[in-house]
């Protein structure tokens, strides 16, 4: 077991109700919030039935289209501390394969997200395309990463810096967890005040 999977909470939410409870207060069909989110209505279904478990980019997306703070379907530490510590890790709550451990600050107008992620074997990040940049760098593992026309496999050590407007993906194909380091802008958790 992984280090950071080691000291995971326990806690998870479970996020369907959450966006069937808002679309429905809304009044939207699932065939609008597809449309509003650039999800497709199938994809959406499951995931309100807790029956796949949404991105962070597709959080981000349905916040958006539901007009809710990504807070709305996780916790996101509050904390305003500039220094995290080894020993006390801050891990954002949801109910995910990967774990997310929080290594940026909330800072006002925060301009970009650190996040150091556990990926698990045979897990698929689906396609994204938004504005900013993403860097990735491989800690621990190796895995498959697609932006635009490249495809290429990562391994330890290695990176990438591309601009998010590009189409683009990544999944682990290995029988071990890939450990990586992401930051990008804008945050993907949404705007923080």
């Known amino acids: 077991m992984h280090f950071l999977a080691s000291k995971r909470k326990a806690r998870k939410i479970a996020i369907g109700g959450r966006i069937k409870s808002r679309r429905q207060e809304l009044g ?3 065939q609008a919030l597809a ?7 199938p994809f959406l279904s499951q995931a309100e039935r807790n029956q796949t478990v949404p991105s962070l980019v597709s959080l981000s997306a349905l916040a958006s289209a539901l007009n809710v703070e990504i807070g709305y379907f996780m916790e996101v530490p509050k904390d305003d501390n500039i220094v995290h510590r080894a020993e006390a890790p801050e891990f954002i709550d949801l109910d995910s394969p990967v774990i997310y451990h929080q290594l940026s600050s909330m800072l006002p107008g925060q301009m970009m997200d650190a996040i150091l992620m556990t990926i698990p074997p045979g897990h698929r990040f689906p396609v ?4 900013g ?3 990735l760098y491989i800690v621990e ?3 498959v990463s697609h932006v635009g026309e490249v495809k290429v496999v990562l391994k330890r050590g290695d990176s990438m810096h591309f601009r998010s407007q590009t189409p683009h993906s990544a999944w682990n194909e290995s029988d071990r967890d890939v450990v990586l380091l ?9 705007k923080r005040s």
Request: hydrophobic share 35%; glycine share 14%; net charge negative.
């Open 133 to 135: 940049e993403d860097f």
């Open 182 to 190: 992401y930051v990008g802008t804008p945050t993907i958790f949404g």
């Open 141 to 143: 593992g190796e895995m």
């Open 35 to 41: 449309e509003a989110s650039g999800l497709s209505a």
């Open 28 to 30: 939207l069909t699932l």
């Open 128 to 131: 994204d395309q938004r504005e």
